[in-house]
């Protein structure tokens, strides 16, 4: 009885470990500083890019900028403001780079890719745009899936999930100098272990779609460059 007893302590033991482990395991986003940005002092910020809108849903796209294949799916209403604000938001609050407005971006882009059509790639397209701006570097997004859940906190029908990618441009040189993409959809402790450390930090519910891009938009920002001493102008 005694070998039995301590043979289930080792056991329960072991179980612990696993789990323990499994909760340092990260399914955060994935972010790369790709070129030096000491001569970066302004950013102009494009407004997130729905890609759903543009190919529909449930297909795998490519990023125009990498060729990175996503999966998309349905979008929420103002899916992509929301996602731009919070990068606007955090660019302000966490960087000290200097936000130049970016109102006309659009029509400035529009008139360049009329001139141009085809022959330009989507990099040298936006570097461009930043160019025409005042802008030293370019922030632009694509948004491929931003799904709402159903179903309540503490159960889930179909549970939330999120796709988008940022890329950071050097106006100048037409090169990526940092880039970052997320794509996750939330999951039961049963159908993923390893995703324990999210959970629980989520509260051990399901989350909404909003939180979880704030959340990603969180943990991304926490590896962004910063600048020093610089104001916004946004």
Same mark, same amino acid.
Request: proline content about 5%; hydrophobic content about 45%.
């Given at each position: 009885m005694r070998a039995e007893y301590e043979k289930s302590i080792r056991l329960a033991g072991l179980a612990l470990v696993v789990i323990l482990l499994a909760a340092c395991s990260s399914q955060g986003p994935v972010? %790369?500083?790709?070129? +030096? @940005? *000491? *001569?970066? !002092?302004?950013? *102009? $910020? =494009?407004?997130? !890019? +729905? @890609? #759903? *809108? =543009?190919?529909g849903s449930n297909t795998g796209v /490519?990023?125009?900028?990498?060729? %990175? #294949?996503? #999966?998309?799916g349905p979008v929420i209403d103002r899916g992509d403001q929301i996602l731009t604000e919070l990068l606007v938001s955090h660019v302000q609050r966490d960087t000290g780079f200097r936000i130049v407005p970016s109102r006309e971006a659009a029509a400035i882009m529009d008139g360049l890719f009329q001139r141009q059509g085809q022959e330009w790639p989507q990099r040298r397209l936006i570097a461009r745009t930043g160019q025409r701006l005042g802008a030293d570097a370019i922030l632009t997004g694509h948004v491929y899936r931003l799904r709402q859940r159903t179903g309540g906190g503490a159960a889930s029908e179909s549970p939330s999930s999120v796709a988008f990618d940022l890329y950071l441009i050097d106006? /100048?040189? !037409?090169?990526v100098l940092w880039s970052a993409f997320y794509d996750y959809t939330q999951q039961a402790l049963s159908e993923n272990l390893?995703? $324990?450390g999210n959970f629980f930090r989520r509260g051990g519910r399901w989350v909404t779609a909003e939180e979880l891009a704030t959340a990603a938009m969180d943990d991304i920002f926490k590896d962004f460059p910063r600048k020093q001493l610089a104001q916004s102008e946004y």
């Open positions: 972010v %790369r500083q790709q070129g +030096n @940005m *000491a *001569a970066i !002092e302004k950013i *102009a $910020i =494009l407004p997130f !890019e +729905n @890609m #759903v *809108a =543009l190919h /490519r990023s125009p900028i990498t060729g %990175r #294949v996503f #999966v998309t106006c /100048r040189k !037409e090169s390893g995703g $324990i």
